[in-house]
């Protein structure tokens, strides 16, 4: 800035405040000027997860109408060599409530604190972590819970699983499951269908209203054989007639076969004597299909 008309004068340039900075804004050119590269979120990318999601769901429907999941076997109360066990996803929570501090008078503990905080965590991690690092080594706090969650889950689930078969195995049981595996896979190498064989619809009851009927239903044997004798966890008792006698038939209820075990004893529990026990022996000889 001059003060005077002396060209020897000293200029010094000041800069004024009030004369704001050029800015070069550079606006994005919008998603329209890349076709094919880019696009908008709502409605159009929205759409094409949606349509994604139905498709796989449709595709899941089918699936579950084509090939329904296959149910456990019926819950036999005779089968004493059956070993409890849940569903892998739950194992580590199996194991767990096996301790004695999160067992027994501290239930409660295994069953809902321990739980509860751990899902609840997962909730409120979104809130929690705030911070906009993602590399986990920075991130200790976070990346250590989520380790030792996994090495948990990981170490109980293994050691439930061992112990179940360090339990069967010293009990000497084969689950029913690997058995009836195991028939099938003998049956289809020898050319014969390998699953388990679906009585004849045609083949009816024999005398019904027989007192042996009811009988077995005391003793509780219509449990594995259904109360239509078409057979549950145990095979189908209709037509059994024509395959075995009643001698046969009284040695299985009294010897057992397979994964059935002696029913003798807990037929007479359940108030029956020798008599009735032989009487639904020669009445199942009885079950032949129609000629």
């Known amino acids: 800035m001059a003060h005077g008309k002396s060209k020897d004068e ?10 704001k900075q050029k800015v070069n804004d550079i ?6 000027s890349y076709p094919g590269k880019s696009e908008a979120f709502i409605p159009n990318f929205l759409l094409k997860e949606w349509m994604v999601g139905c498709v796989a ?22 089968n004493t060599g059956f070993v409890p066990i849940p569903d ?58 989520m380790i030792l969650s996994l090495l948990s889950c990981v170490y109980l689930t293994k050691t439930a699983w061992d112990g179940y078969k360090h339990e069967i195995a ?23 269908p390998a699953g388990q064989p679906k009585p004849n619809k045609s083949i009816a009851i024999v005398d019904k209203d027989d007192p042996a009927f009811a ?11 259904a109360t239509d004798m078409k057979g549950a966890s145990g095979p189908a008792l209709l037509g059994i007639g024509d ?5 046969q038939v009284l040695d299985v209820i ?12 807990s037929a007479k529990a359940q108030g029956l004597n020798d008599e009735d026990i032989e009487h639904i022996a020669d009445w199942l000889a009885k079950q032949k299909a129609a000629q």
Request: aromatic share 12%; charged share 20%; proline share 8%.
């Open 10 to 19: 000293k200029v010094v340039y000041v800069g004024d405040s009030r004369v």
């Open 27 to 32: 606006t994005p050119l919008d998603y329209t």
């Open 57 to 78: 769901l449709v595709a899941i429907f089918v699936l579950t109408i084509s090939e329904p999941a296959p149910l456990g076997y019926p819950a036999n109360p005779n």
């Open 88 to 145: 892998w996803y739950f194992l580590f929570l199996y194991q767990f409530l096996k301790y004695p501090y999160a067992a027994g008078s501290y239930v409660v503990i295994g069953t809902v604190l321990i739980p509860g905080l751990a899902f609840g965590g997962l909730l409120l991690a979104p809130f929690l972590d705030t911070g906009k690092e993602r590399r986990f080594y920075r991130r200790p706090i976070a990346s250590s819970l």
């Open 170 to 192: 010293e009990l000497n049981i084969t689950p029913e499951h690997i058995e009836r595996e195991e028939k099938a896979r003998e049956a289809a190498l020898a050319g014969k």
């Open 215 to 225: 009988n077995m239903k005391k003793a509780g044997c219509l449990a594995c054989h």
């Open 243 to 247: 395959t075995m006698n009643k001698d």
């Open 254 to 265: 009294k010897n057992g076969k397979g994964n059935m075990p002696p029913m003798v004893d």
